[in-house]
């Protein structure tokens, strides 16, 4: 269950990245950066909330105490550093949704976040019961 805290401090980490480059690119443009680098500021935004909420999941999961299995814990982790880089990704390449390679990505990355929080939902179902 460790990697919750592991995955939770490398998602709270990504938070910390975004919110620098997103200051830098709004308050202190750099050339090369704001525009030309970051084409879609918005979606960083919504890459930036989802880190911080896959990261307080991740928490939040750890803080119960209940036993969960590890592989359940290992997807919401793979889920929740994969979920928000799809906004990263998008927000870098505005292309992002008319290239295969990412569709294939994001499907992936909801299909694993799925079947993580599903499981682990289901785990703590049982357990109050």
Avoid at 41 to 69: E, S
Avoid at 111 to 123: A, S
Wanted: aromatic share 18%.
């Amino acid at each position: 269950m460790e990697i919750l805290l592991i995955g939770a401090v490398l998602m709270i980490f990504a938070i910390l990245l975004s919110a620098w480059l997103m200051t830098f690119a709004k308050w202190f443009p750099i050339k090369g950066i704001d525009g030309e680098f970051l084409k879609d500021y918005k979606t960083l935004i919504r890459a930036h909330v989802d880190f911080a909420l896959m990261a307080l999941f991740c928490l939040g999961f750890y803080g119960t105490k209940v036993p969960l299995p590890v592989a359940a814990c290992w997807l919401v982790v793979i889920g929740g550093l994969t979920n928000p880089g799809v906004f990263v990704v998008a927000a870098f390449d505005p292309d992002f949704w008319s290239k295969p390679i990412w569709r294939i990505y994001s499907a992936l990355s909801f299909v694993v976040t799925t079947l993580g929080f599903g499981w682990i939902g289901i785990t703590l179902l049982q357990y109050a019961w």
